[in-house]
């Protein structure tokens, strides 16, 4: 029904006392998810909004909630640090949502994060969401999500809400949506969303959203051609970007030659991944998808 | 964030790397009291964040003291790219035997700082790496571990056969992999590290770029910036914590995230418009965020017409609406806006536009459709 | 025949070119060990004694002459460093003579050797020698090796070469002879050595050759009582050793009750291991275990 | 090394660990200034390496400087375990609220640094593991990653609830890491971190010993030797490069290889022997390192006989020969010289001996047995 969230995720959110955090801890709850614990250092034994106990640690919080899937909002200097407290209590699946980790912070956890055997998402991502299930791990707004069968994986926050609004008015319910991140250094990238799609047997259909920057989506076009079976639908932002300017998102830059929209049209291009003009044009291509290949995406 | 010329020397000489002599000048008399301390023929170099300031004038060699004030003056105040120059860098002539090329860069495919190295320096690495890619040795750097000796050794073996040589490389390797490490730099480079004619090897021009996310923590760091040597709409941006680029076009844009922003400025583009910028006021966007990027896009003569790109989902969409009207009540805005809103309090929005006669959209490609007629009309 | 170093063992030596090195090379040649490259920084391109060539990195030797164990004999401050080039040149055996290298750059260089899968025997140790194939790596004199089934493991170097001369003086020859170091951080430990020996279908009896210090022949003699079938005989040297002071070796030290020659006695007796009151009781134990069990140790 | 508490103090608030404050004196006068200084009731500690300080008299309490003048000079010159006390440590008598125990040691199991942390502190920590090991907290820490915030925070929160206090004390635990690694330590430990009834939270005690392996490159922590603190016999063998204990018996031992020192030690015992030494003239042994050793052992006037035990392999048994010939010529030797040698250049080296008529066994069996019959005949 889904790929790495679901009805089984218990989830300790770091951070839960902070202004962010705290913010979409209520959010999270309200959707569905189980959120068992919470950890603010210094405030363990209170109970966020009576229901959500608080520890100091995430050893802590996994030890006595069994806990099994973390969230951040730490601010973004202790962010690196708590992706690898949650990686070290021996936490699977760890949910980054902080923006502005310095890329030097990411580069030395990521080693601890592999050698644990962690999954992260993110950091600088919106997380993710399985609508079948009710379970929120970010800050996706579940009112624009429904259940469904396509896959959604993308480097945007907004971006991914347009897209995923469109799917929902049009009657395309979503299996998970995963927003992978905007940095240059990430956790999870397009290959292991597309890898888990293309196994998941409730999802008949992929959007990935990428952008300008870097080659994972050239990667994952490589991929496509030679392991993905489902119909895959793509999106590239920043085709009009100039040459060597950060857009925003710290990923997000052309530098010479490399990383540019064009490159990365022409390897969807090339792994017969159907290319979205404008993000509206998800639907269309979808139906198409869906008909060609017998009509995949109407299964239930 | 690009460093200056200059300002790279300093972080690498602070980590012990050697370097001809040197220093930077604002006015043609520093530049030639500098000249004269150094002796003999210099070169002054604008210090602007520009490729290509050689062939655009900005690199001229001073066989002595007059000469290189003469130089600086012709050098202070032009302008390269769009950028004025405000500082030139005085620097020996020096007598080089070899130039080799020795870069680190924050690689995103290994996740690890990657070394480059080519003893085909003093070039442009891009085209060397596009053209001869097997002319540039690569060596990621676990950062769990760091950059062991002999790495360090290996990468100077590339470099040198002379062992005194190869020695003192292998310490500079180390020593740039330290300022790249300490200051977290995206790019840390010398191009070229060069031998002189007696065997010394030294660094003779440097760069280096930082994470912008370090200047958060780091404000020895934050204080290097240059907001002189910025476009000036970008670096009133920055300081109202806006993400904004400036472009050609006449179509400003105000969007909530940076993929949809850039996703905004494409259907721009495609329905025939111009962007005139990028600009992400983030997810949390106050009123005064709106007021600031108005602002900064209204400055900009060539902007015929404004869009409002806002999907709400942690962004409260009736914010932004308050920050619209705030906005043009505080200044006038003469250019026709078109307000797309979406998702969070996307009524109480509707409610706050009406109620100051503005319309609002909530299709993107309606929207965007709109705007670029309105700034054709207007051209 | 043997463990660890055979005819297929194809050496490179760290430091040829200096004091320790070269006189360890010669001797190392003239026993009958393939050496076939050694590494020097600077001197890459000479050739040692006319034979062997010298390169600047051990990842040059490796491609030039697939070298596949290396011997380390440079400075205590450069040693640990070595370690990790032979690690990351892919040389799955390493074995570093150097003494006196600080513990804290041992501490540091194992996590990455092990994450290369590498062997490391060692520091501070002699080295090992399989006199059947002639093959020695380190510095145990290979006049005082006589072929046979008998395999040794011990901490020490002189005393090795006590109980090794007792030995072959009563035609008890060795499989191998391993000198795991008297450091406190050592690459290879008892416990490894007498797997291997127990695995090793051409030996029939072990002997072990502890010292005060740490927990190493604790753990092996409970190993032992599990998992080797084996006659073992072994050996505690400093049992009148005082408490608290460094006996030579780094790891010679009885930390407070931890460490003691008795508490090691206890628990080999307790494994079932012939206990060693002399080195000269080596040959009368092995021969007394050899015909309890059938005599193992004369089949050849 | 081990280090003095005074020099362990300096070591450890140079990272920054918050401490009382304290001064070495050597003489009464010295102290009483340091006592004035402080104010109040001090506490004067001798400054020795022995355990037990406070039930040898070498711990007092002093009201005021004229009393502190007076302590001291009880303290100054007394001997604790046979070691004269040269210098004291002047402190203010605190008032605590809670004490604690905080150590790091080099781990052989786990072959890195690892945490120790007990809230039951200021008592033997030895006897806390050997007793209640529950009430020690451990922690390895890994050497490829350093400490982590969150393990020093966990590590903070076994010892406080207080938030202040524990930021505090994940701070000193950060900081103690760090001077254990800096400087190469061993051990590092603070027994008792206190705090104190207002809530501060300071180390009251420490201790640091250093590896000897560092010492080669580490001349700043050479210099913290203190010869003084040391058995003299021991401080000349250090100087001379032997590495040598002294003991109780009357069998001197000279050997090659720590191994078969202690082995050979073990064999004196066993055929009734006391030894006097271990000493280990390592591998490559000079003739001057044996007549250095012969020097240091005669002068142990409880030596009744010496046993050579010499193994060659690398070690040159006509070195050692040499050696034993020239420092007999060199001075008397009074008490009857075993020797036993085998291996490398064994025919040469008995050679040289019997030539001055000095016999030399092959079978270390048999010059143990000989040398314990002659020590006994001697006393």
Redesign the interface.
């Known amino acids: 029904m889904s790929i790495f969230a679901d009805a089984a995720t218990r989830l300790v959110i770091q951070g839960i006392t902070g202004r962010e955090g705290s913010f979409h801890a209520r959010q999270m709850i309200e959707y569905g998810t189980k959120v068992v614990a919470g950890v603010t250092p210094g405030k363990g034994g209170q109970t966020f909004e009576a229901t959500v106990p608080v520890f100091n640690t995430v050893a802590d919080a996994v030890r006595e909630t069994g806990a099994n899937t973390a969230v951040i909002y730490v601010p973004p200097m202790g962010a690196a640090a708590a992706v690898i407290e949650s990686a070290d209590a021996g936490i699977p699946l760890v949910v980054c949502i902080t923006e502005g980790i310095p890329v030097m912070h990411m580069s030395r956890a990521m080693p601890f994060v592999r050698s644990r055997g962690v999954r992260l998402i993110g950091p600088n991502c919106p997380g993710l969401i399985t609508p079948g299930t009710r379970t929120k791990v970010g800050i996706i707004p579940g009112n624009i999500c429904t259940a469904g069968r396509v896959g959604l994986v993308s480097r945007s926050g907004t971006l991914t809400y347009e897209v995923v609004n469109h799917l929902t008015r049009n009657g395309l319910g979503q299996s998970t949506c995963v927003g992978i991140g905007g940095d240059p250094i990430i956790g999870t990238n397009f290959i292991d969303c597309l890898a888990a799609f293309q196994d998941d047997p409730d999802t008949d259909a992929i959007v990935m959203i990428g952008e300008i920057g870097g080659t994972d989506e050239q990667n994952a076009a490589a991929f496509v051609k030679e392991q993905v079976t489902k119909p895959v639908v793509g999106f590239i932002a920043g085709q009009t970007a100039p040459k060597g300017r950060r857009m925003g998102h710290a990923g997000a830059i052309i530098s010479g030659s490399s990383g540019t929209a064009e490159e990365k049209l022409a390897a969807f291009e090339a792994a017969g991944i159907a290319i979205m003009r404008r993000p509206a044009d998800v639907v269309g291509l979808l139906q198409r998808k869906a008909q060609s290949t017998k009509g995949v995406t109407s299964r239930k | 964030m690009n460093l200056h010329e200059y300002q790279a020397r300093t972080l690498l000489k602070a980590v012990g790397i050697p370097m001809f002599d040197g220093d930077v000048a604002s006015t043609p008399t520093e530049a030639e009291a500098i000249a004269r301390r150094i002796g003999g023929t210099v070169v002054i170099k604008a210090q602007v964040h520009a490729g290509g300031r050689g062939k655009a004038g900005g690199v001229k060699l001073a066989r002595n003291p007059a000469e290189a004030a003469d130089e600086a003056a012709q050098i202070l105040g032009m302008t390269i790219k769009g950028l004025t120059v405000h500082k030139v860098l005085v620097v020996p002539a020096a007598e080089i035997a070899t130039e080799s090329y020795v870069g680190l860069i924050?690689d995103?495919?290994t996740?690890?700082?990657l070394f480059m190295v080519s003893s085909a320096g003093g070039v442009d690495i891009?085209e060397v790496?596009?053209k001869t890619p097997e002319k540039i040795v690569r060596l990621p750097v676990?950062?769990?571990?760091g950059l062991?000796?002999?790495?360090a050794?290996?990468l100077a073996?590339v470099l040198y056969r002379d062992?005194a040589q190869?020695?003192a490389a292998a310490g500079i390797m180390e020593q740039l992999h330290r300022a790249f490490?300490d200051n977290?730099a995206?790019l840390a480079e010398i191009n070229p590290l060069v031998t002189t004619p007696d065997g010394r090897v030294l660094a003779l021009d440097a760069k280096v770029v930082i994470?912008?996310?370090?200047l958060?923590?780091r404000p020895d760091l934050g204080v290097l910036r240059d907001d002189s040597a910025e476009e000036p709409s970008e670096a009133a941006a920055r300081r109202a914590n806006l993400?904004f680029?400036k472009?050609d076009g006449d179509v400003g844009c105000v969007?909530?995230?940076?993929?949809?922003?850039?996703?905004t400025?494409?259907?721009?583009?495609?329905y025939g418009g111009e962007?005139a910028n990028?600009l992400?006021i983030g997810?949390s966007s106050s009123p005064e965020k709106v007021i600031n990027a108005l602002k900064i896009i209204t400055a900009d003569p060539h902007v015929k017409a404004i869009l409002f790109n806002i999907?709400?989902?942690?962004?409260r969409t009736d914010d932004v609406a308050n920050g619209i009207v705030a906005a043009t009540r505080q200044f006038k805005v003469n250019v026709p806006v078109v307000i797309r809103l979406?998702?969070?309090n996307e009524a109480e929005a509707i409610r706050i536009l009406n109620e100051v006669g503005m319309p609002a959209l909530s299709d993107?490609?309606e929207a965007v459709q709109r705007v670029v007629q309105l700034a054709r009309a207007a051209a």
Chains 1, 3 share one sequence.
């Open positions: 924050m995103r495919e996740q690890r700082p891009e790496a596009a676990d950062p769990t571990y062991f000796p002999h790495q050794l290996s073996f062992f190869v020695k490490v977290g995206s994470d912008d996310n370090e958060f923590w993400s680029i472009l969007v909530n995230g940076a993929g949809l922003a850039m996703a400025m494409d259907l721009v583009k495609y962007p990028f992400d997810g999907f709400g989902g942690i962004t979406t998702g969070t993107m490609d």
